[in-house]
């Protein structure tokens, strides 16, 4: 018997031993590799070290002349630096570092995936959920270069390349979706960026709370205040007969006014200002969050210099608040041609129609609105959308990388 | 002249004189209202501590030590009290304010009565009308307050059976979609929120990445299609589940606000991640889900689109759906007052409308408050850096 556990054992020990060549054989064989990482990680670091280090010098030349205020925040400049050295650095040490780890074998994918399990658990319906949700729908963008039939299916029906979209280049649709959906959400930025900032650059100099409290509530309550109910509210108020608008415009000229909502020219009036009107309060919030960070010392000292509240909102407010403008900025550039079709389409009539077709309602309308819906053509006119959306949002953010120094990734 | 001139003066010192006292007296009633209700504070804090020594009499000395313990909370508390009652009735400090600074907070006060008074007028003119009469409406008469106080509006919107069925329909998307979005956020936000799992960046970009490129709306009706979510109310729930954009701000918030100490700490202790989730995550992340919900919750009183594509059936129609028809298509019926003349059913279909819009908004209004206070933290963890 004890004969028996002893081969055993023996046996156990030699396989040990075997599994224990082996790995020790591929981390030797692993090891230039994981040299040539770490030598990378190595390099990067210094790299930044060396940035840091020219930057930190350059400030230093600044220091010997600079006095009082100015040197403080030279200083503070210095250790800002520091720090954002100190992080990316670590960053690089971990997310690389673990290579080399795995490589040497001083730790394993399985024990790490295992270890996890529990993690992974969490994560099966979510990703089984966007799988089905979200990824299968996207082969089926490829019934854009088809003549679909729904009893052949996405994959049986008849190839026809890039006739759908050159039909879409020589309808006569074509250039006025563009410039409706152009016109309007330029129109959408320039008229409704800048109120939320400067909103949140008043609110945030106000300074009887209790006010504060009151209107930040009160005009934020648009937001909440559903689509359908919005244009419902628009038509009722501009109603030519029982409406606000039509009972002051009766009551100036003595003749009934004309429905503004029908009227081609007023359409990108009435669907901007709508908008201005139900989200300036919302999107000033994260401006307002990001005045927050503003230390209150350096207003206390600017007071103390004498400077006005005007000055400071022009030199303390609104410096700190720049890089999330700038990002927000860059969010609504990138989204230039993708504007949504709930709005539009209830805001639609057949008499505004020259103005209000975009591209989004076309979708609907040539895919699942009309009487023969063609599912091809409608998914080549989403597909030439979201390719034109990708390549905008892709080019604003390289761009603000190479100008500026934020980007969203 | 010169005496007309010395009158004046003295009239004016006069009135100096006067004025002077009066806010001379001014300021002694507002310290006598202070005295007073520091004189009600004193009162009711000696009475509690004669009550206390009393108590301490009988007592040993640990018990004793206990109450002596309660006398000086409560003498502190004594303090605050008399602090805050200071603050609000003591003396002001006035500030005086440069010319420039003046001129500058009369003209952003002005800038925020003209948009406040923006933001209130339209939604004041809808409540009046929707509380007025159905002649006054049709006729223009309402400006800002109601005319001729009637419920007839509303009356006839609770006599509609489609708008009971709406609201029923939709307090069960709203209620049973809120739950499963919050469900399988939390779920999906809190692995990728940790730093050491195992591919965790490719998992979150699996994610992020339907924030850029979709299938679009045909090949997704397709899709739904082949699942049998054509006219099936789970269509209003499922495709819905996850919202990208809310999932990154829960999952920054537990990056940012959760410490890693406390995971190391319960690591050690052999805490699970499944337990650590439910005993540390959930506690610490109520204002996140606070604000999710809110989110959520608003995105599906609002959502009328997926019903208009997907749903055929009338019963499984959400508020929105019914809301388009009456509000904008006009679609309504009025058969019990078609009696009554022409100008009044007009007049009532209009006071319909409004008292629609004021019934559809309110519940999701009423519930905005109570989650305000969490808003400017809940955008500020999740914003920018995704």
């Known amino acids: 018997m004890g004969n028996k556990t002893a081969v055993v054992d023996s046996l156990q020990a030699e396989k040990d031993a075997i599994k224990a060549a082996k790995k020790a054989k591929k981390i030797e064989k692993n090891r230039p590799k994981a040299e040539k990482i770490q030598a990378q990680i190595d390099a990067q670091i210094a790299a930044l070290e060396a940035k840091r280090d020219a930057k930190i010098a350059e400030i230093e030349a600044q220091l010997e002349t600079a006095e009082g205020k100015k040197r403080r925040s030279l200083f503070n400049k210095i250790e800002i630096l520091k720090r954002d050295c100190k992080l990316a650095c670590n960053k690089i040490r971990e997310t690389k570092g673990v290579k080399v780890d795995r490589l040497l074998g001083k730790k394993s994918l399985a024990k790490d995936l295992k270890r996890h399990w529990q993690l992974y658990l969490f994560l099966i319906l979510p990703v089984v959920w966007v799988i089905i949700f979200k990824y299968v729908p996207m082969p089926g963008i490829i019934i854009a270069f088809e003549k679909y039939k729904f009893k052949d299916g996405i994959f049986g029906s008849r190839w026809i390349g890039f006739d759908n979209f050159i039909r879409f280049f020589n309808d006569y649709q074509f250039t006025r979706v563009i410039k409706n959906t152009l016109v309007l959400s330029m129109y959408s930025l320039f008229a409704g960026f800048p109120i939320p900032v400067i909103f949140a650059l008043i609110l945030n100099s106000l300074r009887a709370e209790k006010f504060k409290k009151v209107t930040t509530t009160i005009t934020y309550m648009p937001h909440f205040i559903s689509t359908v109910i919005l244009v419902g509210m628009l038509m009722q108020i501009l109603n030519v007969r029982v409406g606000l608008y039509g009972t002051i415009y009766t009551f100036f000229t003595g003749t009934y006014a004309q429905d503004p909502l029908s009227n081609v020219k007023a359409f990108k009036h009435l669907y901007v200002w709508s908008g201005v009107w139900q989200t300036f309060g919302w999107n000033s919030i994260i401006y307002t969050a990001a005045l927050s960070a503003v230390s209150p010392d350096l207003h206390e000292a600017a007071e103390i210099d004498g400077a006005t509240r005007w000055q400071r909102v022009l030199h303390i407010d609104l410096p700190t608040i720049m890089p999330t403008i700038t990002i927000m900025l860059i969010l609504r550039m990138g989204k230039v041609m993708s504007l949504g079709y709930e709005k539009v389409y209830l805001m639609q009539n057949n008499l505004n129609l020259e103005a209000s077709e975009v591209i989004s309602t076309l979708v609907y309308k040539v895919g699942l609105a009309s009487q023969t819906p063609n599912y091809s053509y409608s998914t080549s006119i989403s597909l030439f959308n979201s390719i034109i959306n990708l390549i905008l949002i892709n080019s604003v953010n390289w761009i603000a990388r190479k100008v500026g120094d934020t980007s969203l990734w | ?386």
């Open chain 2, 1 to 386: 002249m010169a005496k007309t001139k010395e009158a004046t003066q003295q009239v004016n010192l006069e009135k100096e004189a006067a004025k002077k006292a009066a806010q001379e007296a001014k300021r002694q009633k507002k310290l006598a209202v202070l005295q007073k209700h520091v004189d009600v504070i004193e009162q009711k804090h000696a009475a509690k501590v004669a009550k206390l020594e009393a108590k301490k009499a009988g007592l040993d000395e640990i018990a004793a030590s206990d109450i002596d313990h309660k006398i000086g909370a409560l003498e502190r508390k004594r303090l605050a009290d008399i602090n805050a009652a200071y603050e609000k009735y003591g003396p002001k400090k006035k500030v005086k304010l440069p010319l420039a600074d003046k001129i500058y907070y009369t003209a952003i006060y002005i800038i925020l009565a003209i948009l406040l008074l923006v933001i209130l007028y339209p939604v004041i003119y809808i409540v009046s009308s929707s509380f007025s009469s159905p002649l006054s409406v049709a006729t223009g008469k309402v400006v800002l307050w109601p005319v001729d106080l009637s419920v007839k509006g509303y009356v006839e919107v609770f006599k509609n059976p489609d708008v009971w069925l709406g609201y029923r329909n939709t307090i069960l998307y709203t209620v049973g979609g809120t739950i499963v979005n919050i469900v399988m956020t939390l779920m999906c936000a809190y692995p990728l929120a940790r730093k050491s799992m195992p591919f965790k960046g490719a998992f979150t970009f699996l994610f992020t990445f339907t924030m850029l490129f979709g299938g679009g709306m045909i090949p997704t009706y397709i899709v739904m299609k082949h699942l049998g979510m054509i006219n099936n109310p789970l269509i209003m729930i499922l495709p819905g589940a996850i919202g990208v954009h809310n999932l990154i701000i829960s999952r920054t918030y537990m990056q940012s606000s959760i410490p890693g100490d406390l995971l190391e700490a319960a690591q050690i202790d052999g805490c699970s991640d499944i337990k650590y989730f439910f005993s540390c995550v959930l506690p610490l992340a109520t204002s996140n889900i606070a604000v999710i919900t809110l989110y959520y919750a608003v995105g599906h009183w609002n959502a009328y689109f997926t019903a208009f594509i997907y749903l055929t059936s009338r019963e499984y129609f959400p508020l929105q759906v019914f809301l388009r028809e009456v509000l904008l298509l006009s679609q309504v019926d009025l058969e019990q007052s078609m009696e009554e003349g022409s100008t009044q059913v007009y007049g009532l279909s209009d006071v319909l409308k409004y008292a629609l819009i004021v019934v559809a908004t309110a519940p999701i209004l009423a519930l905005y408050p109570f989650v305000q206070k969490f808003f400017v933290k809940g955008v500020m963890v999740g914003s920018l850096k995704g």
